[in-house]
T-cell receptor, first 112, second 116 residues
Framework: ETGVTQSPTHLIKTRGQQVTLRCSSQ?????VSWYQQALGQGPQFIFQ???????GRGNFPPRFSGLQFPNYSSELNVNALELDDSALYLC???????????FGEGSWLTVV | AQKVTQAQTEISVVEKEDVTLDCVYE???????LFWYKQPPSGELVFLIR??????QNEISGRYSWNFQKSTSSFNFTITASQVVDSAVYFC?????????????FGTGTKLQVIP
């Protein structure tokens, strides 16, 4: 149990729709990052939020966006869903950058 | 650019055997962190160990041990006397801090099956 909780755990969306995934970080952790894990692959870094600002981004298009709230919880928004967006989305939190990151159980997204 | 290679895609061992999972990494940074995570079928990534680039001391935790060798850019993970509960996908990961944020690069994982 890492203290990082994500919702929903599973969801199915139609191509072209929008989705919002939510994450509550471990207590006291001010840094949240999101990862996409396609089937059979390792997680890929999407972006990181620190004190409500995005301070780093991986190779993902702008239709992937996020928010971090004053309580350090976070949202991942994906617009104009594509079939290839089907994956496990993992949220991770840490206390400042450079520390160990702890992952939630993820949200399984299926786009049909 | 940073890269992590886990050449072993799948490994099967019989319970109580020892098994080593290989990890080779590439980075231009002199300061970096290496991790191992375990991912059971439920999906959650379970943190196992974090090692910084200045600490080459090997570590043992119960049945788990890690061998960090900077000279060969390797960070291998050994499970001694494997158990069925060790069955999972194991990921090696590398973390740098470009521009102050932490980007973790994962390998493709090694699926370990421990047969009773």
């Amino acid at each position: 149990e890492t203290g990082v909780t994500q919702s929903p755990t599973h969801l199915i969306k139609t191509r072209g729709q929008q989705v919002t995934l939510r994450c509550s970080s471990q207590s006291g952790h001010n840094t949240v990052s999101w990862y996409q894990q396609a089937l059979g692959q390792g997680p890929q870094f999407i972006f990181q939020y620190y004190r409500e600002e995005e301070n780093g981004r991986g190779n993902f298009p702008p239709r992937f966006s996020g928010l971090q709230f004053p309580n350090y919880s976070s949202e991942l928004n994906v617009n104009a869903l594509e079939l290839d967006d089907s994956a496990l989305y993992l949220c991770a939190s840490s206390l400042n950058s450079g520390r160990t990151i702890y992952f939630g159980e993820g949200s399984w997204l299926t786009v049909v | 650019a940073q890269k992590v290679t886990q050449a072993q895609t799948e490994i099967s061992v019989v319970e109580k055997e020892d098994v080593t999972l290989d990890c080779v990494y590439e980075t231009r940074d002199t300061t970096y962190y290496l991790f191992w995570y375990k991912q059971p079928p439920s999906g959650e990534l379970v943190f196992l160990i974090r090692r910084n680039s200045f600490d080459e001391q090997n570590e043992i935790s119960g049945r788990y041990s890690w061998n960090f060798q900077k000279s060969t850019s390797s960070f291998n993970f050994t499970i001694t006397a494997s158990q069925v509960v060790d069955s999972a996908v194991y990921f090696c990961a590398l973390s740098e801090a470009p521009g102050g944020y932490q980007k973790v690069t994962f390998g493709t994982g090694t699926k370990l099956q421990v047969i009773p």
